[in-house]
């Protein structure tokens, strides 16, 4: 279960005393840490009753919300376990005139859900149909970086 808290207002036209976020579940049939259902059959209260449980929250800090539970298959498809292989290179060996210019390609070293990576699909997809030798920009392994770590490291203690 992971939760998004996006800048508030979110919506426009937005009630200043309305806050909105929202969350998603990536085993959403397994069953529950606090409420002893999985996801999938939970009520809104439910999952607000499991996520409360996660973060140590009094239940009463969401008494008044509203949630609204919704099945979205695809939405963290890009996220599901998977293993070397289950995706193809941009151009799958062999290939000539065909390409994958998406999300669901593998590419060594990067991250799904960036724009960053949509564009270094499609530039490897094309410079290599159409023999461009100019270089793919790196990918920056940020995981790597002392000043990153660092900076996660100040923000976790704040």
Not at 56 to 69: L, Q, S
Not at 97 to 113: G, L, R
Request: aromatic letters at 10%.
């Amino acid at each position: 279960m992971s939760i998004v808290l996006a800048h508030q207002p979110h919506f426009a036209n937005q009630p200043a005393d309305v806050q909105v976020f929202w969350g998603y579940g990536l085993f959403p049939d397994r069953i529950g840490n606090f409420v002893p259902k999985a996801m999938a059959d939970c009520t809104g209260a439910e999952l607000l009753a499991e996520l409360c449980g996660h973060l140590r929250f009094d239940p009463d800090t969401v008494a008044t919300a509203n949630c609204i539970p919704c099945r979205m298959p695809y939405i963290t498809s890009q996220f599901m376990p998977r293993a070397p292989g289950d995706r193809p290179p941009p151009v799958p060996p062999d290939t000539k005139n065909f390409a994958f210019i998406s999300q669901f390609v593998e590419i060594p070293q990067d991250t799904v859900f960036t724009v960053e990576f949509s564009v270094r699909a499609a530039q490897m997809a094309v410079y290599q149909l159409l023999g461009i030798t100019k270089p793919i920009p790196p990918v920056t392994a940020h995981d790597k970086s002392l000043h990153t770590q660092f900076d996660a490291l100040v923000k976790a203690l704040k």
